[in-house]
């Protein structure tokens, strides 16, 4: 790379860390974004947009359950609202809404509110109190499960140490957890490594907790990041479970992308992704398990049209 091209790119690159929240998030999409679930998937889904107004309808085949839902979304400067009609989620009809206000250069919040499930309200303020320090809290609005998240991030957008504190309430009894990590971005690969409190709150809030660890790795083979490599190791000390996975992905031009991943119980997932001219994109995902070859492989196909 030239000087000319490595200021350039100098110029366009973010000036600031990242918020706690958003350590690891490449790798969290490198490993799970587009790929199917663990079942047999087929879903056609259309989506047109106007003035502001997005309609969206899907139809998804899961083994022999079927679902179909309508999504109306408009958004005008800071308000988001959408409506959705759902024909297996009780009640079929929820409404969403959403403002996001700044009062001043530094800071901006987001208030969403979701009918009739109230419950899923959510507070959301990002701060910038210098250069090199960012600040977020996260506050939901659970009845049974309300949460306040605190976070702190400082460094530059090359390095950035990060500390999460939350406070919340589970059947009746408040708790806290804490989190830490570090996050290294550079032109040519991404790196963090992340420790915090992990629970499972629909039991009792001690039962299950321990140290959960993620640490991820990301190379780019080449300078448009079109071709990459990643490696991904997480641990949970409360049931000793640790995971292992590798991957690779490769964009073919603008149009098409091809992605896959191992982890160590040999299960193997691939995604295969094309888009025609922003008109008509189609994915297909499998996943089957190099140590259980016999049996059917998992197969997703996911077709989208935007008129």
Same mark, same amino acid.
């Given at each position: 790379?030239?000087q ?12 600031t ?8 998030k ?7 974004k587009?790929?199917c679930g663990?079942s047999?998937t087929?879903m056609?889904?259309?989506t ?7 309609l969206?309808?899907?139809a ?15 958004k005008?400067k ?5 409506v959705?009609i ?13 403002y ?5 250069p530094?800071?901006?919040?987001k ?7 109230w ?8 701060s ?19 949460k306040?998240?605190l976070?702190?991030s400082? #460094? ?9 504190g ?5 059947? #009746?009894?408040?708790?806290?957890a ?5 996050q290294v !971005? ?6 963090a490594? !992340?420790?915090?409190?992990r629970?499972?709150?629909? !039991? ?9 660890l ?10 448009a ?8 190791i997480?641990g ?6 640790? !995971? ?7 964009a073919?031009g ?5 992605k896959?991943?191992?982890?160590h ?22 996943g089957?398990?190099?140590k259980?070859l016999?049996?059917?492989p ?8 935007k008129?």
């Open positions: 790379m030239s000319s091209e490595y200021e350039k790119m100098n110029k366009t690159r973010r000036k860390p990242l918020f706690f929240h958003q350590f690891g490449k790798s969290r999409d490198f490993f799970g587009g790929y663990h047999k087929f056609v889904s259309t047109s947009t106007a003035n502001g107004l997005t969206t309808s899907a998804t085949k899961r083994f022999i359950d079927s679902t179909e839902a309508v999504r109306a979304e408009y005008y800071n308000h988001h609202t959408a959705q759902d024909t297996v989620r009780f009640p079929i009809c929820s409404a969403y809404y959403s996001e206000f700044k009062y001043l530094f800071a901006k919040a208030a969403s509110f979701r009918y009739p499930n419950s899923s309200s959510k507070f959301q303020l990002w910038r109190p210098h250069r090199n320090a960012m600040l977020h809290l996260h506050a939901d609005l659970s009845k049974s499960h309300p306040i998240r976070s702190a400082i #460094g530059t957008p090359s390095i950035a140490f990060g500390f999460q939350m406070l919340g309430r589970n059947y #009746g009894i408040a708790y806290t804490w989190s830490g990590g570090i !971005t550079r032109p040519y690969f991404d790196a490594i !992340t420790i915090r409190d629970l499972k709150e629909d !039991t009792y809030p001690f039962s299950t907790r321990g140290v959960f993620r640490a991820s790795y990301i190379q780019y083979l080449d300078e990041k079109k071709i990459a490599a990643g490696l991904e997480t949970w000390s409360a049931r000793k479970e640790h !995971t292992i996975r590798a991957g690779g992905s490769w073919i603008d149009l098409t992308s091809v896959a991943k191992i982890d119980l040999g299960n193997v997932t691939t995604l295969l992704q094309y888009d025609i001219q922003d008109k008509f994109l189609f994915k297909i995902s499998a089957f398990n190099i259980a016999d049996k059917d998992i197969i997703g196909f996911f077709l989208v049209l008129p």
